[in-house]
């Protein structure tokens, strides 16, 4: 789309824009270029010279059996993550959207927990579920459960995924809600008067009316736990025990700060390049994909 | 009609139970950060630690803004404010005048500003930390406000919603400033700023919680205390090692973390959730 009417001139146009240019040329550009040039050298121990290698970084990453791993951590991560954002957002959306008043009420009560950084959620789970002085871990502890994120790699995913997913539930169900309100009551009231029970519109006609809402929805949770979840993982577990909560981004910044191997580093942001590039466009597919609709 | 599918009776009050029973688990962990923030830390070291506030919410508060762990609360929220208006006004202005000139100028090299300019809808910061962090390193940027706001607004998303916007002002109104003589930037600030009045307002919401709430960017860059940020604060106040943890403390500064975006979410509701609309479509 372009505008019919317009104004004139070059100079004015191109002062307009270089506040953004510049701020994009110098912390984007420069960056992201920086970030594909290192990912071809090995630096040597003492940061004095670079050592060209071609795609050596990206071969050894692909053969690092702890690169593999946080691949196969990133994906088990964020399908839980997506899976316990959204089924219990749209649960409560659906309970929700059965009221004829007050709908408006419970969206005020649930949707905050939004505004609650994922460090912060960290943190509030962590303190939860901490060895010594959590309140969850102590029952557990009675019923017999010996809770130990700590050192248990399992526990940890476990924990992680939940403190990242609480906030995403708020998100979620201001999504779905709002998808289900679209539906047009009368649709579904003809279903009803036809003898169709709740389940029974709910899974056929609710759910399939509301699969754009759905099908958005995983992908920018997807997104979420991709990129959005370093604060969690970082407040709760550290990455650990064993690198078991180490997803593709936490390890970027272990490499890169911590390891301070940046060639390593570096092509690691170059493949998560690729990974935003495919999400993108399977993002633009969903556009698409709804203006048709 | 209305209830062939609403509820009404036992189905009702079973509706409502669902729903309160989740609004409950959702604000469980908070209503126990609360509680540890108005308790003394014997009461919390020794499981399982009280479900009803206690008294010492005054001191335990004073405690945190004044003195903290390793810097007064009370400076890490001042850091948190600055950043967090940093990134929204500015990267609202910045959007407002580039949008405006991709909109309503024909220029020799357009394109290329345009492609510029969206390419960076695709590449979140957590992507590119250690050459930014080179990049802000040699611009003497460590432990600075410009530091932790500049890199954070080089992104297109609002710059992308203006353009949307502006395309739907209608061609008539800017036709007739033509005609009168106006100036671009006289259209600019009589005409198209006050229309985008509500857009402005909405993404202000959605770009100040999300400036509020970093993590990854502020930790690289500020390694004195002095310039922690609330959020990422938390986590130094942890001791290294097997020490305890000062609880009460850390969860009253977790409370003082989440209040100002839950503040702003809760208070501007309508505005939120229409940015959170506009800038995911």
Not at chain 2, 87 to 109: C, D, E, H, Q, T
Not at chain 2, 159 to 177: G, I, K, M, S
Not at chain 2, 184 to 199: A, K, Y
């Amino acid at each position: 789309m372009e505008k019919r009417v317009t104004f004139r001139g070059w100079l004015l146009p191109v002062l307009l824009l270089t506040p953004q240019v510049a701020v994009t040329l110098v912390f984007f550009f420069w960056p992201a270029g920086q970030a594909v040039w290192q990912s071809l050298f090995i630096p040597d121990p003492f940061g004095l010279s670079a050592q060209f290698v071609g795609l050596g970084n990206f071969e050894f990453l692909l053969k690092d059996p702890y690169y593999r791993a946080s691949f196969v951590t990133t994906a088990i991560f964020s399908s839980l993550v997506t899976l316990i954002s959204m089924v219990p957002a749209l649960w409560l959306a659906v309970l929700a959207d059965r009221l004829i008043k007050g709908s408006g009420t419970y969206r005020s009560l649930l949707i905050w927990p939004y505004a609650v950084a994922p460090a912060v959620a960290g943190v509030l789970w962590l303190f939860m579920f901490n060895t010594r002085v959590g309140v969850i871990a102590w029952y557990l502890g009675l019923l017999g459960y010996d809770w130990n994120h700590v050192l248990n790699g399992t526990e940890a995913m476990g924990l992680v995924v939940v403190a990242s997913s609480w906030g995403r539930i708020s998100y979620n169900f201001l999504f779905f809600l709002a998808g289900l309100q679209a539906i047009p009551r009368s649709v579904i009231e003809a279903a009803a008067i036809d003898g169709a029970r709740f389940w029974k519109r709910f899974w056929t006609i609710v759910f399939p009316l509301l699969s754009p809402t759905t099908f958005f929805l995983l992908v920018v949770n997807v997104v979420y736990a991709f990129f959005e979840t370093f604060g969690v993982i970082h407040t709760i577990t550290g990455g650990g025990p064993q690198q078991a909560t180490t997803t593709l981004v936490y390890k970027v910044f272990a490499d890169g700060f911590v390891g301070q191997d940046l060639g390593s580093s570096a092509a690691q942001s170059v493949i998560l390049l690729v990974v935003v590039g495919i999400l993108t466009v399977i993002q633009f597919r969903w556009i698409e994909r709804r203006v048709h609709y | 009609m209305a209830g062939m599918v609403e509820k009404r009776g036992l189905g009702l009050w079973l509706t409502h139970l669902g729903l309160i029973l989740g609004v409950a688990v959702i604000a469980f962990p908070i209503w126990l950060a609360f509680i540890a923030s108005t308790v003394s830390q014997p009461e919390i070291v020794r499981p399982p630690m009280p479900l009803l506030p206690g008294d010492r919410f005054l001191e335990n508060y004073r405690d945190a803004l004044y003195s903290g762990v390793n810097v007064p609360v009370a400076r890490m929220l001042f850091n948190s404010f600055v950043m967090a208006m940093g990134i929204a006004l500015g990267k609202i202005a910045i959007s407002l005048l580039s949008a405006f000139a991709i909109v309503y100028f024909r220029f020799p090299g357009r394109l290329v500003f345009f492609w510029l300019i969206f390419l960076t809808l695709m590449l979140p910061v957590e992507v590119r930390i250690v050459p930014t962090y080179e990049v802000a390193a040699r611009f003497g940027m460590l432990n600075s406000y410009p530091g932790l706001i500049f890199p954070l607004i080089a992104s297109a998303t609002a710059t992308f919603l203006f353009r949307q916007f502006f395309l739907t002002v209608p061609d008539e109104l800017a036709e007739a400033a033509r005609v009168d003589g106006a100036r671009p930037m006289r259209f600019f600030v009589d005409i198209l700023l006050p229309m985008s009045r509500t857009n402005i307002a909405a993404l202000f919401v959605i770009l100040f919680i999300y400036g509020w709430n970093q993590y990854l960017w502020p930790l690289l860059i500020t390694t004195e205390p002095e310039m922690n940020t609330i959020v990422m604060g938390i986590k130094q106040m942890f001791p290294a090692g097997d020490d305890v943890a000062d609880w009460p403390v850390i969860m009253a500064t977790s409370i003082l973390a989440m209040l100002p975006p839950v503040l702003v979410v809760m208070f501007m509701q309508k505005l939120f959730v229409r940015g959170l609309v506009e800038s995911e479509k």
